[in-house]
């Protein structure tokens, strides 16, 4: 029960902005999971959560087909070979980074309106503006196959800065990149990982219906309170990875 409390808290927080598998790997860990394994099958399980969070802010994907097409392609390159530096390398080579990275977004989320104010104001050309966006995008989904929390508030971060569309909109579209990454990653892990697929049943059918009532809720919310939440979410995401 434990475990499906967990997943049910990480689906609703993945919806409104990610992270969430900073309740659920720390879940995976107490029950005697280790380390790679929990990770493992939390991707794994996290992914129908992801899906049910992409049902719910379908209304605020309309207009997004295109421009989401191109980045999720970034997205599961990305995820592939985050995917494969998980199995090949040491474990906790992004462990100095990773918290760097986190804090990083937190500021662009912060400072997201007066960034894209001066993207705009410079007159960025399309093709300048795509580059960045797709290796952003790229490299957000190999730190989401590696490890993937808060890989939301670095994809929120990035769009804010780059994308002139509305934080809800922003929020819509990242749930779909973080979609791509987690599915992309769980198909390498399914083959190549060991599963521990009872957590991923549990973790499964919380996320599924966290993620539908975050998605429910989360779209209510009003920019401010959102960047609030992605904002504070993410610094004790930083946190917890430093003194993990």
Same mark, same amino acid.
């Given at each position: 029960m434990a475990i499906l409390a967990a997943a049910l808290a990480a689906g609703a $927080?993945?919806?409104? =902005?990610?992270?969430?598998?900073? $309740?659920? +790997?720390?879940?995976?860990? *107490?029950?005697?999971? &280790? &380390?790679?394994?929990?990770n493992v099958s939390n991707n794994v399980g996290l992914v129908p959560g992801n899906v049910s969070s992409v049902f719910g802010y379908r209304e605020e994907l309309a207009g997004q087909r295109g421009r989401l097409v191109r980045l999720g392609l970034a997205s599961c390159a990305g995820a592939l070979a985050g995917a494969w530096a998980l199995l090949a390398l040491p474990p906790g080579v992004f462990k100095v980074v990773v918290p760097a990275l986190i804090i990083s977004a937190c500021?662009?989320? =912060?400072? #997201?309106?007066?960034?894209?104010? !001066?993207?705009?104001?410079?007159?960025?050309? !399309? *093709?300048?503006?795509?580059?960045?966006?797709? @290796? @952003? =995008?790229?490299? /957000?989904?190999?730190?989401?196959?590696? +490890?993937? /929390?808060? #890989?939301?508030?670095? =994809?929120i971060g990035l769009l804010g800065v780059l994308l002139t569309e509305g934080l809800q909109r922003i929020n819509a579209g990242k749930n779909v990149l973080v979609m791509i990454v987690n599915g992309s990653a769980a198909i390498v892990f399914v083959i190549f990982a060991h599963v521990a697929w009872i957590a991923v049943a549990l973790v499964a059918a919380g996320s599924t219906a966290g993620g539908l009532l975050g998605a429910r809720f989360g779209r209510r919310l009003p920019p401010l309170a959102l960047r609030i939440i992605v904002v504070v979410i993410g610094v004790i995401a930083a946190v917890k990875l430093i003194f993990f």
């Open positions: $927080i993945n919806a409104v =902005v990610g992270s969430g598998s900073l $309740i659920t +790997f720390p879940t995976l860990l *107490a029950f005697g999971y &280790p &380390p790679v394994v929990a500021v662009l989320v =912060v400072l #997201q309106p007066r960034l894209s104010a !001066r993207v705009a104001a410079r007159g960025m050309d !399309r *093709a300048e503006h795509g580059a960045l966006l797709f @290796g @952003g =995008v790229f490299l /957000a989904g190999a730190y989401g196959g590696y +490890f993937g /929390a808060a #890989q939301g508030v670095l =994809v």
